[in-house]
């Protein structure tokens, strides 16, 4: 079983939908959760930095934790076709970790 | 200019053959990565090093090998190249928990 698990899509929805993408986790160690975005032909790129369980909320986006179900999940409001990309989760223990955990990725489109 | 930089961007090579990615950055963290990802697995990791004089071994670290010529240097490389090292590597810095990445090397093994 993988540390991390996302379902890798692909998800197909028309703007302005509300999107919500997840990964579950299975070691109950992770402390520090991010999202990361990934444009074609592009490298990924941090999107959302969050700690331990709650919400953050950025703009469109909103990342959630849930620590004692082992989900996180990430909401886009008013999706735009600007934000068709592959979203991968990533997780790590401690701040100063050697590693990052990543999940498989979802990608994404959204249609105009 | 680009943060982390990598080169090439795009290579086919033979089955075989010696072949080393290379990757600088401008961020002057300590910490750098190398990635490969593929369809449906993600970023899996293949090294890492904390410092010049530190090199660590991934999860996929057979077949590969690297090298940390300076602080903002780390080079990946493919001894004998097979098809199945057809992928997309990434290099990355970083401190704490944020990374950031290159654009890619995009990498077929014929």
């Known amino acids: 079983q993988k540390e991390v698990e996302q379902d890798p899509g692909p998800l197909s929805v028309p703007e302005g939908a509300i999107v919500s993408l997840n990964c579950t986790y299975s070691n109950s160690a992770f402390q520090y959760f991010m999202w990361y975005r990934q444009y074609s032909r592009k490298g990924p790129e941090l999107l959302m930095y969050t700690y331990s369980s709650g919400n953050k909320e950025d703009g469109r986006f909103t990342a959630q934790v849930d620590k004692s179900s082992k989900y996180i999940s990430l909401f886009i409001r008013d999706s735009q076709p600007s934000d068709s990309a592959t979203y991968l989760c990533?997780?790590?223990?401690?701040?100063?970790?050697?590693?990052?955990?990543f999940g498989q990725g979802t990608r994404l489109t959204i249609n105009p | 200019d680009a943060d982390v930089t990598q080169t090439p961007r795009n290579r086919i090579t033979k089955t075989g053959k010696r072949i080393m990615l290379e990757c600088s950055q401008t961020k002057g963290h300590d910490r750098m990565y190398w990635y490969r990802q593929d369809p449906g697995l993600g970023l899996r990791l293949i090294y890492y090093s904390f410092d010049v004089k530190d090199i660590n071994k991934g999860e996929i670290s057979d077949g590969y090998s690297v090298s940390r010529q300076a602080q903002a240097k780390f080079s990946l490389s493919l001894e004998s190249a097979i098809p199945n090292q057809t992928a997309l590597y990434f290099c990355a810095t970083g401190a704490e928990n944020i990374q950031y990445f290159g654009a890619g090397t995009r990498l077929s093994v014929l």
């Open positions: 990533a997780m790590s223990e401690r701040q100063g970790a050697q590693k990052l955990v």
